[in-house]
């Protein structure tokens, strides 16, 4: 099967508005296999973006929005099933949501009456906001927490205790974690990725709304400004620090590495598993307003990377090896000792490599008149214990002064759902 993130479909003429005719004649059915088959692939646009016409097919081998090239947007949401809700609810909303997944990332409404086709005596199956706008790249990704497998006491609520991987274990406490309960957790998380914000916004209120009386909101984050590539296609964004992030990542076209750190192999099981990938979500606040106040030569040695072209300090473009063990004339090291790259790079770290695909946030202001901003840190790897140990490995990270993780989540990502099947199919059946 091909890599379904590697095949956006460029066609402005693709809008919600131009399907619904479509739509109701065909199905959803007919508009998932034409996206699905559809061979033409784009070429990224001048500035490494993706089109805002961009239709990624949500049908595949594996779920889309993980080796995706990083949109600009994201609306992340993560949810708790309903206190008395039964295993036929969950798959029955699993079931829902696969539906209007495939739709929405096709550019079309929930639904085939969508927003103003049904009834004038009932609510529109669609709000409404993203009638005649792209698709602009959207994907939708579901994942399962902890919790789903079992609560903290042990209830096994949907018969699933069974089933639960053993990596699938909540984070342990990290060295100078702030977590809030509101802003951490959830059964159940969907990522939204977009390149127009109404879009991404749209996708996640509309599964919210469907989700009614089975699950609930339990916490959600808005991103703008990806901080990371995942293709060498895109250009490398930057962060709130102003420094370019994503340059080391890994990139979607470096199959070899995606098959070693991402996807979850029939060896490390479980079965149901096997193509999906694990995601863990910080909210990072950045202390914006001291880093500020920071020297830049100062904030380069914490980095361990130059601003201006993201170089490593042990010379070279964006691009060249860290030279770890580079040594200045006094005998100490080029990239200091508590620099974040030396610390979170595979040689620190016993080889592991995480899929990063964080975004920006500034969500307004606290009391002190501070921006409450930072990074949304969202990571893909199969194994969750792989960020663990690179986390680990940051609690001497000089950056830390400037930094406080105030939300953290995992996720179990499974594996995309095949044409006629719902996501989590290989869980629940
Ligand atoms: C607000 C917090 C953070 C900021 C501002 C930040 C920023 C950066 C920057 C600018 C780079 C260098 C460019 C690049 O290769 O992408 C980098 C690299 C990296 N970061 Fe972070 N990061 C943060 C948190 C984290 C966390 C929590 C982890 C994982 C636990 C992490 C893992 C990595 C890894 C694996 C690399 C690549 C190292 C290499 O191979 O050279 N970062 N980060």
């Not at 065909?26 to 088959?37: E, F, K, R, S, T």
């Not at 910080?282 to 170089?311: C, H, N, P, Y």
Request: proline share 6%; aromatic share 8%; hydrophobic share 40%.
């Amino acid at each position: 099967m091909t890599e379904p993130d590697a095949t956006p479909t460029p066609d402005a003429s693709f809008s919600r508005r131009g399907l619904l005719g479509l739509a109701a004649a065909g199905g959803i059915g007919a508009v998932a296999g034409l996206a699905a088959g559809a061979a033409i692939a784009s070429a990224p646009d001048a500035t490494g973006g993706t089109p805002a016409s961009a239709r990624y097919p949500f049908f595949g081998e594996h779920q889309a929005g993980i080796t995706t090239p990083a949109q600009d947007r994201l609306h992340f949401a993560a949810f708790d099933l309903a206190p008395d809700a039964t295993r036929d609810d969950l798959a029955s909303l699993l079931a829902d949501w696969t539906e209007a997944a495939a739709r929405l990332t096709q550019g079309l409404e929930v639904g085939e009456a969508g927003a103003v086709g049904g009834s004038p005596y009932a609510p529109p199956d669609d709000t409404g906001e993203a009638l005649g706008l792209p698709a602009s790249g959207l994907t939708i990704t579901f994942g399962f927490g902890p919790t789903l497998f079992g609560t903290a006491d042990g209830v096994d609520r949907f018969r699933l205790a069974a089933r639960r991987p053993a990596a699938l274990e909540p984070l342990p406490r990290f060295s100078g974690d702030a977590l809030v309960p509101e802003r951490s957790g959830g059964d159940l998380c969907i990522q939204a990725c977009a390149d127009d914000p109404q879009v991404a916004v749209h996708a996640i209120r509309n599964l919210s709304r469907i989700a009614f009386g089975r699950a609930m909101l339990r916490w959600s984050q808005l991103g703008f400004g990806r901080t990371s590539s995942t293709s060498t296609s895109q250009t490398t964004p930057r962060n709130l620090f102003g420094f370019k992030d994503g340059t080391a990542n890994i990139k979607a076209e470096e199959p070899d590495a995606v098959a070693e750190h991402v996807w979850v192999s029939r060896e490390q099981g479980p079965e149901w598993l096997v193509g999906g990938s694990y995601l863990v979500a910080r909210r990072i606040r950045m202390i914006i307003e001291s880093w500020d106040r920071v020297q830049l030569a100062e904030q380069e040695a914490l980095f361990g990377r130059t601003k201006g072209e993201g170089g490593p300090m042990s010379g070279g473009g964006e691009f060249a090896a860290i030279d770890l063990a580079a040594t200045a004339r006094d005998g100490s090291p080029v990239i200091a000792r508590d620099a974040h790259v030396r610390l979170a790079h595979p040689e620190t770290n016993g080889g592991i490599r995480l899929l990063r695909r964080g975004y920006n946030f500034v969500d307004g202001n606290d009391a002190l008149g501070r921006l409450d901003a930072g990074l949304f840190f969202l990571s893909f790897q199969n194994d969750p214990e792989h960020f663990v140990t690179v986390q680990r490995s940051l609690a001497s990270d000089g950056l830390n002064e400037y930094l406080k993780h105030v939300g953290s989540a995992v996720f179990a990502i499974p594996p995309g759902a095949h044409e006629g099947d719902s996501i989590g199919d290989t869980l629940l059946n």
